[in-house]
Every structure is written in C-alpha cells, then in structure tokens.
C-alpha cells in the first residue's frame, strides 16, 4: 500500500510563490517515480512535472517550464514542487502521484494518488 498527502496550497497573487509538498507513506518511496499534475474546473486533469526515483530525470509540461520545480528528498519521502511566478491559468487542484506504469503522462499508469491541495492565483 502507498499513501500520497498533499500540502502547501492556499490563495496567491499572480506572480507570487507557494510550494507544494507531496509526502508518500511507506519504506518504498525510492521505488517509484513521482508526478504533480493538476486540474482545474470543467477541464481534464494534465501533467505538471515528473522525477524519477534516482532523480536523474525531470520532465515539465510546456506551460509550466522555466516557473515550476520539482524536487524529492528521500530521507523525508517527500516530493515537492515550486512554484514560482504564479498565473490566473494555474489556479488548479493540484495532485501528486506514484508511477506504477511506464508512461509517466498517462494518469492511467498511475495506482497511487493524493487527495489534492487546492492553488488559488487571483489577478
């Protein structure tokens, strides 16, 4: 079993900061890659950013590039993802997950999900 909790959400003006954090349950967490993806109402959920488990691979969506961070600290099991300089458009339930599959951005290779954490950007 792999539990995934999300944290570090809340209300932002554009061009502000939060950090996310995604901690994962269990001795394993080195097992598995890690994505954030998120989404927004009426729409479907998208790939934000991807980290292997080594942490020698990171993978972004185009509309985040060069803003968002991902990170892991395996000694905390905890995955973060920074994010910087925060527009309107990513104002989202954000969510973490553990690859289980092979295609990290196919949300149907993914087994473990977190209950999402709630990023508000306003104008």
Sequence with gaps: QVQLVESGGGLVQAGGSLRLSCTVSGRTFRNY??????????????????????????????????????????????????????????TAVYYCAALTGRYYLMRGEYNYWGQGTQVTVSS
Excluded: C, H, M
């Design 33 to 90: 890659d890690i994505s954030w993806f998120r989404q927004a109402p009426g729409t479907e959920r998208e790939f934000v950013a991807y980290i292997s488990r080594s942490e020698d691979t990171t993978e972004y969506a185009g509309s985040v590039k060069g803003r968002f961070t991902i990170s892991r600290d395996n000694n905390k099991n905890t995955v973060y993802l920074q994010l910087n300089s925060l527009k309107p458009e990513d």
